[in-house]
């Protein structure tokens, strides 16, 4: 099955600083999603990337799709407290047309906010 | 009004026992999965029900049983637990014609003594 490979699984930063997580692949991907499972939470979505070389904002956070479609990132500028949690990248595997999508989660990059 | 719910939140119960979570969704999605999510947060897909069918099956032991009664539940029922099957399972449901993007429930945390 689809794999991809999460780096780095932690990071710790200081309050302010910029935070980034890389997503990697073997295989291209037809898209790929982001979720953030705060502590003792449950996974939520934050967005979805389709095209090849796709940018998208949410505020502080700057997702990028690469060209080729095999590699994806996360970046948080100026981290704040509310950062805090793991953010998992997740590629779907599956033919929408047969009616299911599976997310192949990868091991996710736990975030802490030093204060 | 909760979009998806799992019930219990909670379950402590000893080896050997059988029990079921519930799960439902009011968001009239047509998928919906079970994931098994462990210590180091790892989160595994056990099963999804596309209209009351099961599409995917993951190499989960046979003693988890899904069972959907219609497309807005999922329940999952483990038979003779063990030790290894303390973790906390979500609940999650998509949409197909909506990308799949998987709303989860707020997860259901087993231990298993």
């Known amino acids: 099955g689809q794999q991809v490979m999460q780096i780095p699984q932690y990071q710790h930063v200081q309050e302010g600083e910029d935070f980034t997580t890389y997503c990697n692949s073997s295989t291209t991907l037809s898209n790929i999603q982001w979720y953030k499972q705060r502590p003792g939470g449950h996974p939520v979505f934050l967005i979805q990337?389709?095209?090849?070389?796709e940018v998208k904002k949410q505020k502080r956070l700057t997702f990028q799709f690469g060209e080729a479609k095999k590699n994806s990132s996360l970046h948080i500028t100026a981290t704040q407290t509310t950062d805090v949690g793991t953010y998992f990248c997740?590629?779907?595997?599956?033919?929408?047309?047969?009616?299911?999508?599976?997310?192949?989660f990868g091991k996710g990059t736990k975030l802490s906010v030093i204060p | 009004d909760t979009a998806v719910s799992q019930t219990p939140k909670y379950l402590v119960t000893q080896m050997g026992n059988d029990k079921s979570i519930k799960c439902e969704q009011n968001l009239g999605h047509d998928t919906m999965y079970w994931y098994k999510q462990d210590s180091k947060k790892f989160l595994k897909i056990m099963f999804s029900y596309n209209n009351k069918e099961l599409i995917i099956n993951e190499t989960v032991p046979n003693r988890f049983s899904p069972k959907s009664p219609d497309k807005a539940h999922l329940n999952l029922h483990i038979n003779s637990l063990e030790l290894g099957d303390s973790a906390v399972y979500f609940c999650?449901?998509?949409?197909?014609?909506?990308?799949?993007?998987?709303?989860f429930g707020a997860g259901t945390r087993l231990s298993v003594l």
């Open positions: 999650a449901s998509s949409q197909t014609s909506g990308g799949n993007i998987q709303y």
């Open positions: 997740a590629p779907p595997e599956g033919n929408s047309g047969a009616g299911s999508y599976q997310l192949t």
């Open positions: 990337l389709v095209k090849s070389g």
